[in-house]
């Protein structure tokens, strides 16, 4: 079993600050990415940032993020964050962590994505 719990949502005004925390715990042997998803109300669920682990990638970021979050990762603690500055009421969403587990399987491995229950985030004023 994997579990992924994310904190640290709630209720800004515009051009304020959130920072996100999502700590992977479980039966995890190596974890090859982690990332943040987000879910406004009637769309669909949308990538809006990465970052490799064993997978050594680059952070990435959907465009309209670019420049305003930051995702980092604290691989000793399993935890991926996401700074999200310059709010703007387009980014109320339920945000969503992601994380891609690596499992041996006989004389290979099996990397498998893991889901936390999401946290909201409301930016208004």
């Known amino acids: 079993q994997v579990q992924l719990v994310e904190s640290g949502g709630g209720l800004v005004q515009p051009g304020n600050s959130l920072k996100l925390s999502c700590v992977a715990s479980g039966n995890i042997f190596k974890i090859n990415n982690m990332g943040w998803f987000r879910q406004a109300p009637g769309k669909q669920r949308e990538l809006v940032a990465t970052i490799g682990i064993e997978s050594g990638g680059a952070p990435t970021y959907t465009n309209s993020v670019k420049g305003r979050f930051t995702i980092s990762v604290d691989e000793a603690k399993s935890t991926v964050y996401l700074q999200m500055n310059s709010l703007k009421p387009e980014d109320t969403a339920v945000y969503y962590c992601?994380?891609?587990?690596?499992?041996?399987?006989?004389?290979?491995?099996?990397?498998?994505?893991?889901w936390g229950q999401g946290t909201q985030v409301t930016v208004s004023s």
């Open positions: 992601n994380a891609d587990v690596i499992t041996p399987q006989g004389a290979g491995i099996t990397i498998k994505p893991h």
